[in-house]
């Protein structure tokens, strides 16, 4: 029997994000039926331990050998969703280690028919791979979502909204236009290095795992030289859509290394507000606001130098209802949905794909034991 495909209508999916800043799980519940969003329901965050974040980093840049690796991501999610009742489907975003969509593609690990099996529940998962597959970059896949909880809030302009997780993502959306995947309803790319960097920076200066509220690069000077050797990045001069690998600005680190802490901490702050103008040039038109999501919404000076470069209204998506620790996980939900109904999660104005994509891998909770001819977990 497949339940999903018994319900029609809304349904409630939950969504996970276990993100480029290794902080941890987080899960949350969206009602939708794949094109309107219904209503919210409860999210829950699940922080990986000192150690397990030690795993993690060592994962980065790799691509195969992760099988344990995968065992502690699939343990840490199990444990983040299986308290969280009422789930029809879950949306699995497992833990990106490498991106590399124009060479060998994208590695999320984590496996969804083991999570499928523990948890009783369809899963959708693997969310990146048939886009990038198709020629796409395989991100930002949040962009459908982005539109849909803009029309959601009820906005009625042009809308940008900016994840500052480890690395930055914006989504430009139209809401009056209502299909995400229709000419003109929303275009998307990576902006640059968000926390990463800095988050690093903290980690090899003061073995913390953040600047909290920006408190070290309130006291410190961006370096100018650095922020004019950023706007000659390659980066910057490739056109929309385009996504990053989290290391992708590894030279940051060297280029502040003579830097006082504090004026290393304010030029890798002010390195994400300059990234974001320069990648305001690729909308189709200014968008009315910034609308901020992810960790990054929380640093003041981040937001102050936003402002400040960009000229707009920059807000935390709060500001129209919405929650800014949650988001990507919902999106993940809300994706979940997209893929069962056989919408597509991806267009050529959000990942570079040739068309739209319906991406995503279905795990029926059978499928793990039928692999292994017997029921096993982990
Ligand atoms: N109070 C705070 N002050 C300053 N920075 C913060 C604060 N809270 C969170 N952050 C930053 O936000 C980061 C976490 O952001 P978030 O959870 O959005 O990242 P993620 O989901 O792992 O990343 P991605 O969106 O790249 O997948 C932290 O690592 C930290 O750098
Ligand atoms: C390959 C990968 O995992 N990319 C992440 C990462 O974190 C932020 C940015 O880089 C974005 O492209 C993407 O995540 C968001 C949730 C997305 O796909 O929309």
Request: charged share 20%; net charge negative.
């Amino acid at each position: 029997m497949i339940r999903y495909a018994l319900k029609e209508g809304p349904v409630w999916a939950l969504g996970t994000m276990s993100g480029t800043s290794l902080d941890g799980v987080d899960a949350a519940l969206v009602l939708t039926d794949g094109q309107d969003i219904h209503g919210f329901g409860v999210g829950a965050y699940r922080p990986y331990e000192e150690d397990e974040r030690e795993t993690l980093r060592a994962a980065l840049g790799r691509w195969d050998g992760l099988e344990q690796v995968a065992r502690l991501v699939e343990g840490a999610h199990l444990e983040c969703l299986a308290p969280i009742p009422g789930a029809d489907v879950v949306g699995f975003h497992g833990q990106t280690t490498a991106h590399d969509p124009g060479g060998r593609g994208t590695c999320q690990i984590g496996d969804g028919a083991r999570l499928a099996h523990a948890l009783d529940l369809p899963v959708v998962w693997d969310f990146r791979s048939a886009d990038v597959a198709a020629g796409g970059q395989g991100a930002p896949l949040a962009p459908f979502f982005h539109h849909a909880a803009l029309r959601y809030a009820g906005i009625e302009e042009p809308t940008a909204i900016l994840n500052l997780g480890g690395v930055g993502n914006l989504t430009w959306a139209d809401p009056r236009i209502k299909g995400p995947a229709e000419p003109g309803a929303c275009m998307a790319f990576d902006t640059g290095p968000a926390n990463a960097p800095l988050n690093d920076l903290m980690r090899a200066r003061r073995g913390l795992d953040l600047d909290a509220e920006g408190a070290l690069a309130a006291g410190g000077t961006p370096d100018a030289a650095v922020l004019e050797r950023l706007r000659r990045d390659p980066f910057f001069a490739l056109p929309a859509p385009k996504s990053l690998d989290r290391d992708a600005f590894a030279w940051l680190a060297d280029a502040v290394a003579t830097l006082s802490d504090a004026d290393a901490a304010a030029t890798l702050t002010a390195v994400v507000a300059e990234s974001v103008k320069l990648g305001l040039r690729l909308c189709p038109e200014m968008p009315a606001r910034i609308l901020v999501t992810g960790g990054g919404r929380l640093n003041p000076v981040m937001m102050v130098g936003l402002r400040r470069v960009t000229n707009l209204a920059v807000e935390p998506v709060e500001e129209i209802g919405l929650d800014g620790d949650m988001l990507e996980a919902q999106a993940f939900g809300y994706l979940a949905v997209r893929v069962l109904r056989g919408l597509p999660t991806s267009a050529p104005a959000t990942t570079g794909a040739p068309r739209p994509i319906c991406g995503g891998r279905v795990s029926e909770p059978g499928d793990f034991s039928a692999r292994l001819g017997q029921s096993a977990w982990p």
